[in-house]
């Protein structure tokens, strides 16, 4: 499986990237809203891992973006947020 991985925290991104690597999973990462675009119109991906705190933006639009254009890809979001509404707002 290819998965994209959109976290800015290269700590984090990093630890979410070799843990899945060890697992047999394709991992590309990018670290912006704007990278996160580009990769998904180069290539296609079984998931998406989204981070919604990222530097040019909220994750959000990324999911907002692709829904509109039809892309069903799965998006599993990983945030620290923990109120209820940032907790549905996902459901999408």
């Known amino acids: 499986m290819r998965l994209l991985l959109v976290e ?4 984090l991104a990093e630890l979410v990237h070799d843990g899945l690597t060890r697992q047999g999973f394709a991992i590309d990462r990018c670290g912006s ?3 996160a675009l580009a990769a998904r119109s ?22 907002r973006e692709l829904r509109q254009g039809k892309d069903s890809t799965p998006i599993l979001i990983l945030t620290a947020r923990v109120g209820l509404k940032d907790q549905s707002i996902g459901l999408v």
């Open 42 to 63: 180069a290539a296609s991906y079984d998931l998406i891992l989204l981070d919604l705190g990222l530097p040019d933006g909220d994750g959000m639009s990324l999911v």
């Open 33 to 35: 809203l704007k990278e």
């Open 8 to 11: 800015d925290n290269p700590q």
